[in-house]
């Protein structure tokens, strides 16, 4: 078997967001000659949007293997969150604690895309260059820029966008409407322009729910308060009522009268905006085959594009990084056409999950329910992040540990299920690393325990092998599988 199926091939990245400059250098650090190409006219272009929260067990699982993680954490920050009424009563607060800091801290997007760069170095991203169009002759792709470039590459990789223009050369599914709409705004200087909405969110994230209105806010690193308000309507209701997103004044009185009967703190926040811009939500659907194509293939939102309502995209994203990066240089492929298939396969099951997350939170928040079966159902579909502080003995702090251990060992090379009462630990190590989730799904292994004897098993207290010979730990399907528990709990 080929254990280098990129030596002297040159590979092109279209693309230069957070997934294009992770899959490059990762690609890099395995010796591959890449190249990105980013539109934007240069580093420094400043990113509109609010910050990314980079999941412990899925984007920092890139992060790491990249070497990047720790000086990631150095310009990232944990943050609070709190859930309030339209009337400005808090309804609940996540608190950070030093157990959950690092599960989802934030980082501003430009500084994200400086750290990339710089490990990265000159020359790696070709800066104003919008792709055009590609075509295959003869085993190699010619890729024509619209700044008049010309490049060649004997394996394409879009990572442009929900509507990239690769699409066509890998899918026919055309993006679909969502039917939710989101207005963005900024305040810049928000302890001068909106002190009193400061009160509610304080120094961290905020959300609220009302009248079918979803209003989340977040800070970005210069200081300035992003929020979102989003809601259901039409896809054309924008451009049918006349209503110019970009128009400030316009917005202003817009979303005046939308929030009329929310308390005067929120129209606060929407009359200090500065800029607002408006965006329709699509999704890239997932259950249509793929088409037959050559050295060419799709991550992030040109793969799986979806709603951010779940949180997931961005480290699905970095997932599809660390995958795809790993079948090009594990030596376990004869092909790169096979390496692509084999990530593309394991990429469309849990980017088809992720989906399905985000569709289903897309439609709960946006609702006229009383707020607390809509926290309810949040546990339900919320991507395994623990949402309350960790302590010990909680499920949370078992989940927690559990993927901090499988990050730290290799491929299980099998799928074990945990099941601690009616709540499930899944870890599928059927890839390049472990992943866990929170998935009920069927594993070649079960392992069913009480909390309290898992919490034993965790804390060092009995041993694996202790515990399934007591039977406190009782263990279905392969054994083979079975064996393998000791790497992860006798560490």
Avoid at 359 to 373: F, G, M, R, S, V
Avoid at 409 to 429: H, R
Wanted: proline content about 3%; aromatic content about 8%.
């Amino acid at each position: 078997m080929n254990s280098n199926i990129i030596k002297n091939k040159r590979i092109a990245i279209i693309g230069g967001g957070p997934v294009g400059l992770t899959l490059a250098l990762l690609l890099k650090k395995k010796g591959a000659d890449v190249c990105v190409y980013e539109r934007e006219s240069g580093p420094d272009t400043r990113i509109t949007g609010g910050s990314l929260d980079i999941h412990f067990q899925t984007g920092q699982a890139a992060l790491r293997e990249a070497g990047i993680l720790e000086e990631f954490y150095k310009i990232s920050w944990p943050t609070s969150e709190r859930m309030v009424t339209m009337a400005g009563e808090i309804l609940g607060e996540e608190l950070v604690q030093e157990a959950t800091k690092h599960l989802k801290p934030e980082i501003d997007r430009n500084d994200f895309r400086n750290l990339l760069c710089m490990h990265l170095g000159e020359g790696t991203v070709h800066w104003g260059s919008r792709l055009h169009s590609a075509d295959l002759n003869q085993g190699k792709y010619r890729l024509i820029f619209e700044n008049g470039e010309t490049a060649f590459a004997d394996l394409v990789i879009g990572a442009n966008g929900g509507r990239s223009n690769l699409r066509s050369m890998v899918t026919d599914a055309a993006p679909v409407y969502t039917n939710t709409y989101i207005i963005q705004g900024e305040v810049k200087n928000p302890a001068i322009n909106c002190p009193g909405f400061l009160t509610l969110c304080k120094d961290g994230n905020m959300m609220a729910l009302a009248e079918g209105h979803a209003l989340a806010t977040h800070y970005v690193a210069n200081g300035s308060i992003v929020f979102e308000i989003s809601f259901r309507q039409e896809e054309q209701w924008f451009k049918n009522n006349h209503l110019d997103v970009t128009d400030k004044a316009v917005m202003v009185d817009f979303l005046t009268k939308v929030l009329h009967n929310w308390s005067p703190k929120f129209s606060e926040l929407v009359k200090a905006s500065s800029r607002f811009q408006g965006y329709a939500m699509y999704y890239n659907p997932l259950e249509i085959p793929w088409k037959k194509h050559q050295n060419i293939t799709l991550v992030g939102d040109a793969a799986h594009l979806m709603p951010p309502f779940a949180g997931v995209g961005v480290n699905i994203g970095l997932s599809d990084a660390l995958q795809l990066s790993e079948n090009l240089t594990n030596g376990h492929f004869d092909s790169i056409d096979k390496a692509i298939a084999d990530y593309e396969s394991k990429m469309l099951v849990y980017a088809k999950a992720a989906l399905k997350a985000t569709l289903h939170a897309e439609i709960n928040i946006h609702t006229n329910k009383d707020l607390n079966a809509v926290l309810q159902s949040r546990n339900e579909w919320n991507e395994h992040l623990a949402k309350t502080p960790i302590a010990e003995s909680s499920y949370d702090y078992h989940f927690t540990e559990v993927a901090r251990r499988a990050a730290a060992i290799s491929p299980l090379g099998d799928t074990i299920k945990f099941m601690l009462g009616k709540k499930a630990i899944f870890i599928d190590g059927t890839g390049a690393h472990n992943i866990v989730s929170v998935e009920d799904i069927p594993a070649s292994c079960t392992v069913a325990a009480s909390p309290e004897d898992f919490d034993d098993l965790l804390k060092g207290k009995i041993s694996s092998t202790m515990a399934v010979f007591t039977f406190k730990l009782k263990v279905s399907g392969d054994m083979n599988t079975a064996y393998k528990l000791k790497s992860l709990f006798d560490q």
